[in-house]
Every structure is written in structure tokens, then in C-alpha cells.
């Protein structure tokens, strides 16, 4: 395994690696089941950590702590931080910007979240390795895109 991992330079210093092989091989319950509201993480269980909400589209990152009934605690965006323009929506603002709120919220006493990850863009993974970078500790994460059932009408088709 270790032969896998790519070397330490400065992009994956903040990167923690697990071996899935091994965790399934001691039956450890990684997928969630009807016990998991009721499991404890550090003591405190699933359904009462906070969660990390994770909006990303492609001009902007937009990230919020709430705790565990949704009530908002923190929000950032990429233009809070200083990113205008079209650097809103690099994946460096957006790790940057998830670097700031974690950084917050650790100060305020968090140390695990749930993280939910809407939309598509650049940031999304950027997102959560900053979270994590900073050293918030990620129990799971939750995709929330929503998919339309119904796309829109395909154009008319080109007359030569």
C-alpha cells in the first residue's frame, strides 16, 4: 500500500490515506445502516455533529457550518475571502476558503463534522481536502446534487 501513495510533496501533506482492503478484512462497518443515527464518533453520536454544507458551482465555492439541526454557525464564499472575478471559481479558493471555516469552527470547539457537497464545479474536492488540511476531522460525506428526471428539450436540429 505504501508503495502506492504518491510522495510527500506539498500537495499531499494534508492528505490522510486509508486502506479499504484492510477495514473490510476486520468487518468494520464503513456504509451506513439503521444503527448509524445512534453511532458515536468521539463520543457524540451521528445524527447530533455538525454538518458542513458545500455549495459549489462553476463561478463560485459557498461553505456553511451548521450544527446538527441546521441552524447556520458559519458561511464563506471564495468572495469573502478576496477571490474576485473569475478566480471565484478556482479550486484554490475554494481550499482556501475551507481552510478559513474550519479554522473558525475549530476555535469554537468542532472537531468532527458530516459534509454535503451540491453542485458541480472545480471546488469540490479542493473543498474538502481544505477542510481536512486544517484539521477537521470528516466522518462522511454526503452528495446532495440534484438531478433533473426531465432534461431540458434538446436543440432543433441543424438544416443544411
Not at 91 to 99: G, S
Request: charged fraction near 20%; proline fraction near 8%; charge should be positive.
Amino acid at each position: 500500500m505504501l508503495a502506492s501513495l504518491p510522495s510527500k510533496d506539498e500537495g499531499t501533506i494534508g492528505e490522510r490515506s486509508i486502506d479499504i482492503d484492510s477495514m473490510i478484512d476486520k468487518k468494520t462497518s464503513i456504509f451506513p445502516d439503521g444503527n448509524t443515527p445512534t453511532a458515536l464518533f468521539n463520543g457524540v453520536p451521528f445524527n447530533e455533529i455538525p454538518i458542513c454544507h458545500i455549495r459549489v458551482s462553476p463561478n463560485n465555492t459557498i461553505i456553511s457550518i451548521t450544527d446538527a439541526k441546521g441552524v447556520p454557525q458559519f458561511i464563506r464564499s471564495c468572495g469573502i475571502e478576496g477571490f474576485k472575478n473569475t478566480r471565484k471559481g478556482t479550486n484554490i479558493a475554494a481550499q482556501a476558503t475551507a481552510i478559513s471555516i474550519s479554522t473558525r469552527a475549530i476555535e469554537r470547539g468542532y472537531k468532527t463534522v458530516r459534509v454535503t457537497v451540491r453542485g458541480l464545479g472545480p471546488g469540490r474536492m479542493s473543498a474538502i481536502k481544505g477542510l481536512e488540511m486544517a484539521g477537521l476531522n470528516i466522518i462522511s460525506i454526503t452528495d446532495t446534487t440534484p438531478v433533473s428526471w426531465n432534461p431540458p428539450r434538446p436543440r432543433k436540429q441543424r438544416k443544411l
